[in-house]
């Protein structure tokens, strides 16, 4: 009834680098928002919940894309 999936080495490795993209665009909005705001050097730090949170819902938005391209190619591409 169900399969037993095994997810490769180099899908984790792939995961892993997306989500550092996502984490890194967060805190450098982060970075850019304490520039604006005039805030001190510690909010580098103490924010880094919020970092973290806008980087799981940036992962999630870059997952939902990915979804919808391989679901239009897979349309797209019909034999």
Known sequence: ??????????????ELI????????AYVLNVIGIIKNH???RELFT????VLLVSLVFY????ILRILYYVVSRLWIRK
């Open 18 to 25: 997306i989500f550092l993209f996502c984490f890194l665009g």
């Open 60 to 63: 999630g938005a870059v997952f």
């Open 47 to 50: 924010q880094l919940h919020v």
């Open 39 to 41: 805030n001190s050097v």
């Open 1 to 14: 009834m169900f399969r037993d999936t095994t997810i490769t080495a180099t899908v984790k490795k792939r």
